[in-house]
C-alpha cells in the first residue's frame, strides 16, 4: 500500500446526533490535472433492513450534503496586519479603498474589497481559533507557558486596533453603502469571534485545574466582557442573553456571510444523458425478447388461439422483469464510466470555472465486493465479531477534477481545497430495536441487579483514495443505536 501524502489527508468527526463529517485536503499545487477518486464502501448490518427497495439512491443523495472550499490562507496576525505584506487582505483592502477614494468608479473594485474583508474576518478566526485550540489541547501544569498565553493576548490587541482602524477608515469614506455594511459585519463577527474563544480558553483552564497569573486572567475576562458590551453600544445584533432565541440564528448568519469568501459555488446538471444509458439498453434487451417470442409465437400459432395469447402475456410480464433486473446488473457492472450527477464547481467572485465533481451510487453483493475492500473491511482482530454478521454493501463514488491553470489564474493566496461531505444515518436506525436494554444479572453479593447496555449496530465504511497511481485506505466504525450515533471509531488495520 502506498503511503497517503498530503493530498488524501481526511478528517473525521460527529457533526451532530444523526451526521459524521468527513473533511478530504485536496491539494491544488499538483503538476499534473488527474481527477482525485474516492470510494466509500459502507458496510450496514442486515437488521437495519437496508436494501435496495427500501434505501434507494435518491433517499442517500438526500441524505448527504456536499461543501467545497477553498482552505483559508495561512497567515499569522502578525503578518496578516503587516503593512509590507501585500497578500494580506487588510492590505488589499485599504489599497482598493484608495482607488476608490480617488474618484475611480469600478464596481468590480467593490467586489474586491468585499471579498478581501470577508477573507480577512475568517484568517483571523482561524488564527484565534488554532491558538486557543492549541493551548487548550496541550497545556498543563507542567508545561504550563505564560508566554504562549501573553502572546493570544497580544494578537487580541493587534486585532482589535486594526479592525477598529479598517472600520474607521471605511466608514468615513464616500464609499458604497455595500462596503460599509461588510466592514460592520466584520465588526461585529471578529467581537464575537475573540468573546466566545476567550471564554473558551478560560473554561479549559479551569477544568484542568490550571491556575495562571490573577491579572491574566481578570484581564481576559475583561476583553470578554469588554466585547460583548461593545456590540450592545453599537446596537449589534449578537449580544449574549440567556433567553434570546435568536442568538444563534444571527450568530449563523455572521459566520456564513464572512466564511463565503472561502466556498466555492456548485451547479447541478439538470440532465445527464449518460446516466440513462444503462436503462436504455435494458429497455432495448427487453423488447428484443419480447418481439423474438412474438415471431415464434405467430409462426407456430393462430393469433386468435390461446396458446398464442398465452405466450404474449407471460412474454410481457418477463419482459418487464428482464427490464428491471438488467437495469439493476447494468447499473453495477457500469459504474466505472456511468454516473449519477455531475456537479460543476465555479469560483463565484469570477464565476470562473474551476473544476468538476461526479457521484455514482450502487449496491455490490457481498460476493463481488473488490478483494482489496474486502481485505481491509476483514482485517479487525479485536471485533472479529463483524466478520460474521451478515451485512449489505453499498458504494458510493466521487470523482473531483480540478482546474489548476484557473485556480492559478485567479488566486495566489487561496489555493488548496477541502471537500466536505456530511452523511446522514437517520434513514438507517428507522428499523433499530430500543436504544437501551435492561440486563438482569446476579451479583457476587447473591443479589438481583439490573445493567443498562445500548444496543449498538456497527456501520463499517472503508475508504479507498486514488489520485494517479497513488492509493491508500482507511476504514471508520460507526456504532449506532435507536438515538444516533453513539460514538464514531478509526479501525487500525
Known amino acids: 500500500m502506498i503511503e497517503r501524502d498530503e493530498i488524501l489527508d481526511s478528517k473525521f468527526s460527529l457533526h451532530d446526533r444523526h451526521r459524521f463529517e468527513i473533511k478530504l485536503n485536496i491539494s491544488a499545487s499538483k503538476d499534473k490535472n488527474e481527477p482525485y477518486i474516492i470510494e466509500y464502501f459502507f458496510f450496514i448490518p442486515s437488521s437495519l433492513n437496508i436494501r435496495y427497495e427500501t434505501y434507494t439512491k435518491e433517499i442517500f443523495y438526500s441524505d448527504t450534503q456536499h461543501y467545497i472550499r477553498f482552505k483559508t490562507p495561512n497567515f499569522s496576525i502578525e503578518k496578516l496586519f503587516d503593512t509590507n505584506n501585500e497578500l494580506s487582505p487588510y492590505n488589499k483592502t485599504l489599497k482598493n479603498i484608495d482607488f476608490l477614494n480617488s474618484g475611480a468608479s469600478d464596481e468590480f473594485t467593490v467586489e474586491t474589497i468585499i471579498d478581501e474583508i470577508k477573507l480577512l474576518g475568517s484568517i483571523v478566526r482561524a488564527e484565534i481559533r488554532d491558538k486557543v485550540e492549541y493551548l487548550t489541547k496541550f497545556i498543563s501544569e507542567k508545561n504550563l507557558d505564560t508566554n504562549l498565553i501573553l502572546k493570544l493576548r497580544q494578537d487580541i ?40 474563544y476567550i471564554a473558551d480558553l478560560i473554561s479549559e483552564l479551569n477544568k484542568k485545574n490550571i491556575i495562571l497569573n490573577k491579572e491574566i486572567i481578570d484581564d481576559f475576562k475583561n476583553i470578554s466582557i469588554s466585547q460583548r458590551k461593545y456590540r450592545e453600544a453599537m446596537g449589534y445584533k449578537t449580544v449574549f442573553k440567556k433567553n434570546d432565541k435568536h442568538f444563534l440564528y444571527f450568530r449563523g448568519v455572521l459566520k456564513k456571510y464572512i466564511s463565503s469568501a472561502l466556498f466555492l459555488k456548485q451547479e447541478m446538471s439538470d440532465f445527464n444523458l449518460i446516466n440513462h444509458t444503462g436503462p436504455a439498453i435494458a429497455a432495448g434487451i427487453a423488447m428484443f425478447f419480447a418481439l423474438i417470442v412474438t415471431i415464434y409465437a405467430q409462426s407456430k400459432y393462430a393469433m386468435n388461439s390461446v396458446y398464442f395469447i398465452t405466450i404474449i402475456v407471460v412474454s410481457y410480464i418477463f419482459k418487464d422483469r428482464i427490464k428491471d433486473w438488467l437495469k439493476i446488473i447494468l447499473s453495477k457492472k457500469m459504474t466505472a464510466w456511468l454516473y449519477d450527477r455531475k456537479i460543476t464547481v465555479l469560483e463565484p467572485a469570477h464565476n470562473a470555472r474551476i473544476g468538476y465533481i461526479k457521484e455514482t451510487f450502487s449496491y455490490i453483493p457481498k460476493t463481488m465486493v473488490p478483494l482489496d475492500i474486502d481485505k481491509v473491511r476483514n482485517k479487525d482482530s479485536k471485533n472479529n465479531d463483524d466478520e460474521i454478521k451478515e451485512e449489505r454493501v453499498f458504494k458510493y463514488k466521487r470523482e473531483i477534477s480540478l482546474d489548476l491553470n484557473n485556480i492559478e489564474k485567479y488566486h495566489k493566496r487561496r489555493k488548496d481545497l477541502l471537500d466536505i461531505i456530511r452523511f446522514s444515518v437517520f434513514d438507517f436506525i428507522k428499523h433499530a430495536d430500543d436504544a437501551n436494554v435492561n440486563y438482569d444479572y446476579i451479583d457476587d453479593n447473591r443479589e438481583m441487579k439490573t445493567a443498562v447496555f445500548p444496543r449498538l449496530y456497527h456501520l463499517n465504511l472503508v475508504i479507498k483514495y486514488n489520485y494517479g497511481k497513488n492509493f491508500n485506505y482507511e476504514r471508520v466504525r460507526l456504532l449506532l443505536t435507536k438515538d444516533g450515533i453513539y460514538d464514531i471509531e478509526e479501525v487500525e488495520f
Open 157 to 196: 490587541e493587534i486585532v482589535n486596533t486594526n479592525i477598529n482602524n479598517l472600520k474607521n477608515v471605511i466608514l468615513s469614506s464616500n464609499l458604497p453603502d455595500r462596503i460599509k455594511r461588510s466592514v460592520l459585519v466584520l465588526d461585529e463577527y471578529i467581537s464575537l469571534v475573540l468573546e466566545e
